[in-house]
T-cell receptor, first 112, second 113 residues
Framework: DAKTTQPPSMDCAEGRAANLPCNHS???????VYWYRQIHSQGPQYIIH???NNETNEMASLIITEDRKSSTLILPHATLRDTAVYYC?????????????FGTGTRLTIIP | NAGVTQTPKFRVLKTGQSMTLLCAQD?????MYWYRQDPGMGLRLIHY???????AKGEVPDGYNVSRLKKQNFLLGLESAAPSQTSVYFC????????????FGDGTRLSIL
């Protein structure tokens, strides 16, 4: 699975859109981009994933660049409950490597 | 986290004791995973299963055993607990290992004294 790079921390004002970037310059054609978050001591929570096209669900939007080397997770109206560590993960068809690799992630703090 | 239930949520053991952690999912998922999370080390895969009756080792399997007798359940056993196994244990499941996300339980916090 391709390596990802994320900023270690970000702040966002409550009610504003939070834009979390992720670089995955070595991504290959069959690898998906996944976003998870972990709120202190809880289990990782799935947010969204995509392959090529931009995706949107009830939690967030995922914007993937045309060359697929980077992506942005957008939380449209951040609330205090969105304070968490956000992980960008790239995963492909790689039998024998079953682990989901969580890097260091981005610690997002929502400011009241 | 809806769909994946872990029991117990907390447990304290003495060195040398044994115990079993239970993971149950009601989403009819084929794939199930056990991870451990330690401070500053992220999640590490212990064992996983690609279907009922099958299990395989992850990156840190020593000291643990698993069983998947029923599709919905994945058990993690510690035969002789050691202080190094103090950790938070997460179970996850998915219907497709590549194109679908893993859904995680809320974790079991295990302390070995």
């Amino acid at each position: 699975d391709a390596k990802t790079t994320q900023p270690p921390s970000m702040d966002c004002a409550e009610g504003r859109a939070a834009n979390l970037p992720c670089n995955h310059s070595t991504i290959s054609g069959n690898e998906y981009v996944y976003w998870y978050r972990q709120i202190h001591s809880q289990g990782p929570q799935y947010i969204i994933h995509g392959l090529k096209n931009n995706e949107t669900n009830e939690m967030a939007s995922l914007i993937i660049t045309e060359d697929r080397k980077s992506s942005t997770l957008i939380l449209p109206h951040a609330t205090l409950r969105d304070t968490a560590v956000y992980y960008c993960i790239v995963r492909g068809i790689n039998f024998g490597n079953e682990k989901l690799t969580f890097g260091t992630g981005t610690r997002l703090t929502i400011i009241p | 986290n809806a769909g994946v239930t872990q029991t117990p949520k907390f447990r304290v053991l003495k060195t040398g004791q044994s115990m079993t952690l239970l993971c149950a999912q009601d989403m009819n998922h084929e794939y199930m995973y056990w991870y451990r999370q330690d401070p500053g080390m992220g999640l590490r895969l212990i064992h996983y299963s690609v279907g009922e009756g099958t299990t395989a080792k992850g990156e840190v399997p020593d000291g643990y055993n698993v069983s998947r007798l029923k599709k919905q359940n994945f058990l993690l056993g510690l035969e002789s607990a050691a202080p190094s196994q103090t950790s938070v244990y997460f179970c996850a499941s998915t219907t497709d290992r590549t194109t679908q996300p893993q859904h995680f339980g809320d974790g079991t916090r295990l302390s070995i004294l």
